[in-house]
């Protein structure tokens, strides 16, 4: 029809990846190093963040080389016709290259146990759609094994993450997510394509969106907070995030 444009909603699974982020923490990472070759650590797909996307955002910022996993990494680097070539780890000189690692992206590592400290912002949000809601009374036992049970009567949403997605079953040992201004905590372990999350008294409805971490500036858990939640670090999260999980750039 004349005059008209298709909507289209947006995706039940999504990762949001701000690429001026990357960008800005790369040039805070690069303005601390006086000599030797920088290369970035782009392996996992970029942590899960999307190879190809952050290796051309960072094109432009004159790093000796990209780090990828394997060859048809560097292959597939080699074919979006970049001036910063792709090497594997084989390839590296270490005695003379400092390699710029999980941090571009605001997560933690050996060496950088508080990113934020150095100015450093997580560039990835994670969120999800809910799919159903249930008001429940107190007591109630949710999901395998009914490790989480209500403390109240309350409403329990259905959201679309689940293991297959890279989400940790054992979640519910103290991850939070965000809905409705606050964080909410995830009630009984992740199934294989959902999880539940205890949203007390808070309205909400199918298809709203909840948020699983961010930057903490919006409120949002921290990549490192949930990560910490699981025993493991933010680089190991979100290098593990699956494919049906939307990814888009701003």
């Known amino acids: 029809m004349s005059g008209s444009h298709e909507v289209h ?12 982020t990357v960008r800005s923490n790369t040039r805070l990472l690069l303005a601390e190093q006086s000599s030797g070759r920088v ?7 970029a942590y899960g963040h999307g190879m190809p996307a952050v290796a051309t955002a960072l094109d432009e910022l ?4 990209f780090l990828v996993s394997n060859e048809n990494d560097v292959q597939a680097v080699d ?8 090497v594997l780890r084989s390839q590296l000189a270490t005695d003379s290259t400092t390699v710029l690692g999980p941090q571009l992206f605001g997560l933690d590592s050996a060496e950088l146990a508080d990113p934020r400290a150095l100015g450093l912002l997580p560039a990835l949000t994670l969120s999800a759609r809910i799919l159903s809601v249930k008001k429940v009374g107190a007591g109630e036992g949710v999901s395998y094994g009914y490790v989480y049970r209500t403390p109240r009567a309350t409403t329990l949403a259905m959201v679309c993450l689940g293991y297959s997605d890279g989400i940790d079953r054992h979640a519910c040992d103290g991850a939070r997510a965000w809905f409705a201004g606050t964080t909410h905590p995830i009630a009984g372990r992740v199934a294989m394509d959902v999880f ?16 699983l971490f961010g930057d903490e500036q919006h409120g949002y858990p921290s990549p490192i907070a949930w990560a910490g939640a699981l025993g493991k670090t933010g680089a190991e999260v979100t290098a593990s995030l699956g494919d049906r999980i939307v990814r888009s750039y701003r």
Do not use: K, N, W, Y
């Open 39 to 45: 290369v970035a650590d782009l392996r996992g797909d």
């Open 62 to 65: 004159q790093l000796d080389a």
């Open 9 to 20: 909603p947006a995706p039940p699974r999504r990762a949001v990846i701000s690429l001026e």
């Open 196 to 211: 539940m999350l205890d949203v007390d008294e808070s309205p909400v409805s199918p298809g709203d969106e909840v948020v």
């Open 79 to 86: 074919a979006l016709g970049l001036t910063t070539p792709a």
